[in-house]
């Protein structure tokens, strides 16, 4: 089955820059999606195919997609976004969707 | 505006059954994918399965495989999930999300979710 691999947790001081990966085979190949999840609360999308953002999410949040890695940048970290993040593709070889191992992201 | 509302939280003994719900509203139910999403204490997110109402479609990842029952009621625009026989290690939080875009887009991402329905299985 396919896996997404994520360092467990990435520290940061207000107003620099979170860097969190997600590792998987030819990863480039399929859409990423990531997800922010605060304690208590429902997971919420915060960066879709690769790049793209809903509505409403600030352009703090930058994703990109190459090789093996996908990233998901957050830029000008706040207090409010510390969360877990969580990435997650579709397999098209066995229909199956794919949640990364999740990387809790610490404002220092 | 899309809501995606979930029953209240469960306490069940091992060998019980259960089903918990998910009551959508504000967008056309039989048009979208409804999938079911795990979350054990103090981990990760795992797929469970996807269900189109449309026309009853259903995927579910191997490992729930048998385990669980998707099912859906069109007249209330409601997801299902089901246990014939809860065990100690269902306990988790299970969350409900709608995937995006209508027909055929496996590869998009879930736009909306329900607020998590918590399940204890102890004895």
């Known amino acids: 089955s396919y896996v997404l691999t994520q360092p467990p947790s990435v520290s940061v001081a207000p107003g620099q820059t979170a860097i969190i990966t997600c590792g998987g085979d030819n990863i480039e190949s399929r859409g990423v999606h990531w997800y922010q999840q605060k304690p208590g609360q429902a997971p919420v999308v915060v960066v879709y195919?690769?790049?793209a953002r809903p509505s409403g999410i600030p352009e703090r949040f930058f994703g990109s997609n190459s090789g093996n890695t996908a990233t998901l940048t957050i830029r000008r970290v706040e207090a409010g976004d510390e969360a877990e993040y969580f990435c997650?593709?579709?397999?098209?070889?066995?229909?199956?969707?794919?949640f990364g191992t999740g990387t809790k992201v610490t404002v220092l | 505006e899309v809501q995606l509302v979930q029953s209240r939280a469960e306490v069940k003994r091992p060998g019980e059954s259960l089903r918990i719900s998910c009551e959508t509203s504000g967008f056309t139910f039989t048009s979208y994918w409804i999938a079911w999403v795990r979350q054990m204490p103090g981990k990760g997110l795992e797929w469970m399965g996807i269900f189109y109402p449309g026309d009853s479609d259903t995927r579910y990842s191997p490992s729930f495989q048998g385990q669980v029952t998707i099912s859906v009621d069109k007249s209330l625009n409601t997801a299902h999930l089901q246990w014939s026989s809860l065990k100690a290690s269902d306990s988790a939080i299970y969350y409900c999300?709608?995937?995006?875009?209508?027909?055929?887009?496996?590869?998009?991402?879930?736009?909306?979710w329900g607020q998590g329905t918590l399940v204890t299985v102890s004895s």
């Open positions: 997650q593709v579709w397999d098209k070889n066995t229909d199956h969707y794919v």
């Open positions: 195919d690769d790049v």
């Open positions: 999300a709608r995937r995006a875009g209508t027909g055929w887009e496996p590869e998009a991402y879930f736009d909306f």
